[in-house]
């Protein structure tokens, strides 16, 4: 499989394709510090290739909700060590994601402040979650163009202390409607200095923000988070195909270590001139790697990697109840489901108490067996074993010697059904996952007669019925 096969992206070195997208989990205390129970939560789930953390709080201007943590400060700066370090002595790679919240926000979280944002234009049609209750949202204060320099700062101040705090590299959060998000979207961002109007001024926050964060970071630790489809948080851009196509191809020039792209499909009667499919649109407009998400499971994440549209994939809600998601991705394991009630605030429980499944007990001794049959074109045969044979044989096949087999092994024409025998069950999904053998079977395509099948059974035992 794809999906668990090592990759570089930037200078991260990803021991798997899965990634843990970058979730809010409201578990920090009224000072914007985690603490303990954070540590393990992220150490639980030290497998995935990469780590992103739950967006964090720049400045205490960038708080929009309760409970979320900060990256402003030494003591901040402490917490995040310890989660840094347990992450690290798992093995696993982790990056900080860095936010400010902008006009999502509330002044019942603010100390009574307005929220800020590039212009006073108002989220309209959601409400905003606070400790007295759902609130409409209010008009933001506008940023003047010294505040907006400032806040500048602040992310590469943030930006320092996450390395300091022992991370591996930083993302900037610019998709959901958050602040950089404001600042690239037209009908938020309606200001008349360099930071607003035309796509170059829009683009600048972003583009002024990632510098800094390069600068603090160097080459391949800085990535970007970007959701050019998504209206949430009022987020109803004139054309985001020319904004977010712009974006991308300055986002070129910079030596950062991914695009983060989140797809999403919008609401064609309300925007019938956006792109439908965001990442055929975005992601072939980025020079680097890219991870995608959105609504990924294991066999669309394989397929997004196969067809090369990606270099890895993100998921969020199925890491929230799948601690070891990389290890059922490997085994085929069911995920469990995850309960929303509390994805968002409490204690450890929804937080930390999904179970793992037992790594150290051995898989019952169970065998798989690949069924192929009536493969009557000659040619289309000698193709598919030159593809397939070897792929067979890294994943520990073993073909049965049964009927035509010994022309199956010299690549003739098999008359009747013949059979493989994997070592395990994650061996066989993994094969049948695998590029190469996916190239193999793609040539069933227009040969009815070529069947593959995967049928349980024991690897000593009869013949398993078709
Ligand atoms: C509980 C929860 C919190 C989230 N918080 C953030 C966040 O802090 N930053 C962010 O960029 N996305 C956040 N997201 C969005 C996820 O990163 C991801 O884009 C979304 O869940 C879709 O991926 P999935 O279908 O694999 O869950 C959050 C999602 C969930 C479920």
Not at 3 to 32: C, E, F, H, Q
Not at 38 to 48: D, G, H, I, L, N
Not at 397 to 425: C, N, Q, W
């Amino acid at each position: 499989m794809k999906l668990l096969t090592a990759t570089t992206i930037g200078r991260l070195r990803l021991r798997n394709r899965v990634v843990m997208a970058p979730m809010t989990r409201s578990r920090a205390d009224g000072d914007g510090i985690v603490g303990d129970a954070t540590v393990r939560y992220y150490a639980q789930r030290a497998t995935a290739g990469l780590l992103i953390t739950e967006a964090t709080n720049v400045s205490p201007d960038a708080v929009g909700s309760p409970l979320t943590p900060g990256i402003w400060n030494g003591a901040q700066v402490e917490a995040w060590k310890k989660v840094t370090s347990a992450v690290h002595a798992e093995g696993g790679t982790i990056v900080m994601q860095l936010w400010h919240t902008g006009r999502v926000g509330h002044s019942e979280v603010r100390g009574g402040r307005l929220p800020v944002a590039p212009s006073a234009v108002a989220i309209e049609g959601q409400k905003h979650f606070t400790a007295a209750g759902p609130k409409d949202y209010e008009v933001p204060r506008a940023l003047t163009t010294d505040e907006v320099r400032a806040t500048i700062d602040d992310f590469e101040n943030a930006a320092r202390n996450a390395r300091a705090a022992g991370f591996d590299g930083v993302e900037l959060h610019g998709a959901f409607g958050y602040l950089p998000h404001q600042f690239l979207v037209d009908s938020s961002n309606r200001r008349t200095d360099e930071y607003g109007g035309s796509v170059e001024n829009r683009a600048r926050f972003v583009l002024d923000v990632l510098d800094r964060l390069v600068r603090v970071w160097g080459e391949g630790r800085v990535g970007v988070r970007l959701s050019p489809t998504l209206a949430y948080n009022s987020m109803v851009d004139s054309d985001p195909r020319a904004t977010f196509s712009y974006v991308i191809d300055r986002l070129n020039a910079l030596p950062l270590a991914y695009l983060h792209l989140m797809r999403a499909t919008p609401d064609a009667t309300r925007f019938p001139h956006w792109p439908q499919d965001t990442i055929a649109t975005f992601a072939p407009l980025f020079r680097g790697p890219v991870i995608v998400n959105g609504g990924y499971d294991r066999d669309a994440a394989e397929a997004v990697l196969d067809a090369g549209a990606a270099q890895a994939v993100s998921f969020g809600a199925p890491f929230v109840s799948n601690p070891d998601l990389v290890h059922r991705f490997d085994t085929g394991a069911p995920l469990a489901a995850g309960d929303r009630s509390t994805f968002y605030g409490g204690g450890e429980k929804g937080y930390t108490d999904y179970p793992s499944l037992p790594r150290d007990v051995a898989p019952p001794p169970k065998g798989y067996w690949l069924i192929m049959a009536r493969i009557t074109d000659p040619e289309r045969f000698k193709q598919y074993t030159a593809l397939a044979g070897p792929t067979l044989a890294s994943y520990g096949a073993r073909v049965i010697v049964r009927g035509d087999v010994a022309e199956v092994v010299e690549g003739t024409v098999p008359k009747r059904p013949y059979l493989v025998e994997f070592p395990s069950h994650a061996a066989a999904l993994g094969c049948f996952h695998s590029v190469a053998y996916q190239e193999a079977i793609a040539l069933r395509a227009g040969a009815a007669e070529f069947d593959i099948v995967i049928v349980e059974g024991t690897p000593s035992g009869p013949s398993p019925a078709r």
